[in-house]
């Protein structure tokens, strides 16, 4: 299994709604990372976690909140988001400094 | 100034041609990586090279470390080859990736 499976592929949310990114990967990679990209845009990395444990934060707001469950999977939880926040969220991973895994991708609108 | 610098920004071509993407970067870096995104989707990693050329299909990539730039190459160019592609940096071992701002290839039929 070389995927990186991301869910929803689309969501809508208010400013006041409370939501979760997730992402899931089986290849036994060690790094999972969140980046977000705007239109016509290259990825911004968000987070970087390595080993369950988070590693880069580049200096996100609080209203994103990364969680890495286990080794396999990792969530993004989302409050008191601004429109300007809408994006397409991507998640990826990779085995130590390798070759990034991309995932499809999250739309994200918020209204 | 970028770190990373791709040319040219949009590049539209026939089917059949030979396509040339280039990347100039100014830092450092341990491995360069090309990837591919298509319209509203996810990135595909295409190469990640650290010296020399590697070849994968029609596609080709080739790093010159001394001249801090890499090419990116399409062979017998196809429509479904429409793409933005990327090309990023890492650095010293890190996770984390410098990306150029992308070229947006169209290849008409």
């Known amino acids: 299994d070389t995927e990186v499976t991301q869910t929803p592929k689309h969501l809508v949310m208010g400013m006041t709604n409370k939501k979760s990114l997730k992402c899931e990967q089986h290849m036994g990679h060690r790094a999972m990372y969140w980046y977000k990209q705007k239109a016509k845009k290259p990825p911004e990395l968000m987070f970087v976690?390595?080993?369950?444990?988070?590693?880069i934060n580049e200096s996100v707001p609080s209203r994103f909140s990364p969680e890495c469950p286990n080794s396999s999977l990792l969530n993004l939880h989302l409050h008191a988001l601004q429109p300007e926040d809408s994006a397409l969220y991507l998640c990826?991973?990779?085995?130590?400094?390798?070759?990034?895994?991309f995932g499809p991708g999250t739309r994200l609108t918020v209204t | 100034k970028n770190e990373v610098e791709q040319s040219p920004q949009n590049l539209t071509a026939q089917e059949g041609e030979f396509i040339t993407i280039n990347c100039s970067y100014s830092v450092g870096i341990s491995a360069l990586h090309w990837l591919q995104q298509h319209p509203g989707g996810g990135i595909v990693s295409l190469f990640m090279l650290s010296s020399g050329k590697k070849k994968h299909g029609r596609l080709i990539a080739t790093i010159n470390i001394q001249e801090k730039h890499s090419s990116l190459h399409i062979t017998a160019s196809h429509p479904r080859d429409s793409a933005v592609y990327i090309c990023a940096v890492s650095r010293g071992g890190a996770q984390k990736l410098v990306f150029g701002q992308g070229t947006r290839l169209t290849i008409n039929p």
């Open positions: 990826a991973s990779s085995q130590n400094s390798d070759e990034q895994y």
């Open positions: 976690y390595s080993y369950e444990k988070l590693s």
